[in-house]
């Protein structure tokens, strides 16, 4: 699986839109691109996942760069709630022979204030 | 419907001894993968059941070994534990197993070694 880069943290003010970004430079034309996020000590969230085009559920939104080298999930309206490690990872869609396995890198850990 | 559960929530054990932890899947869901989660590695692949077979397997020593049921419900077993055993492990189910489904985790089980 390509490897992501992610900022280690960041902060966002409460009520505002939280725009977190991926790097995946390296990414290959069948890999998606997943969200998930963890608040402490809790079983990691699935978010949203994508390959080419964007998407959007009634948590976020996923922004896929044309070149597919990026992305950003967006939260259009963070809460207190949504403070947590958020982990972008790529995974190689294989259709047979399973390969049901995740890598996660280290995340950013969102902090959302008053 | 249900999530994924796991028991027990928080195990104590000494070094030395062996554990067990159960992870239920959702309902309908074929495959179920384990990771193990420390401050130091990070979120870890550990392996992955499908059919009760063990389809994938993460760098860890054969300590670390797991088996899937017929319901698909899967356990996990750790001998001679060891201090640095000390994690989260989490389960996560998906309903095919195809490296295309979305994983969902369950809350994990806390295991401290003393």
């Known amino acids: 699986d390509a490897k992501t880069t992610q900022p280690t943290s960041m902060d966002c003010a409460e009520g505002r839109a939280a725009n977190l970004p991926c790097n995946h430079s390296t990414i290959s034309g069948n890999e998606y691109v997943y969200w998930y996020r963890q608040i402490h000590s809790q079983g990691p969230q699935y978010i949203i996942h994508g390959l080419k085009n964007n998407e959007t559920n009634e948590m976020a939104s996923l922004i896929i760069t044309e070149d597919r080298k990026s992305s950003t999930l967006i939260l259009p309206h963070a809460t207190l709630r949504d403070t947590a490690v958020y982990y972008c990872i790529v995974r190689v869609a294989v259709i047979t022979g399973g390969g049901n396995k995740l890598t996660f890198g280290t995340g950013t850990q969102l902090k959302v204030e008053l | 419907k249900a999530g994924v559960t796991q028991t027990p929530r928080y195990l104590i054990k000494t070094r030395g001894q062996q554990v067990t932890l159960s992870c239920s899947p959702i309902s309908g869901h074929r495959s179920v993968s384990w990771y193990q989660q420390t401050p130091g590695q990070g979120l870890q692949f550990l392996f992955e059941y499908f059919s009760e077979t063990q389809r994938n397997k993460g760098n860890f020593p054969g300590r670390f070994s797991g088996r899937q049921f017929s319901n698909s419900r899967s356990e996990m077993n750790v001998s001679t534990l060891e201090l640095g055993d000390s994690a989260l492990y989490l389960c996560?189910?998906?309903?095919?197993?195809?490296?295309?489904?979305?994983?969902?985790f369950g809350p994990g089980t806390r295991l401290t070694v003393l």
């Open positions: 996560a189910s998906s309903l095919r197993g195809q490296s295309t489904d979305t994983q969902y």
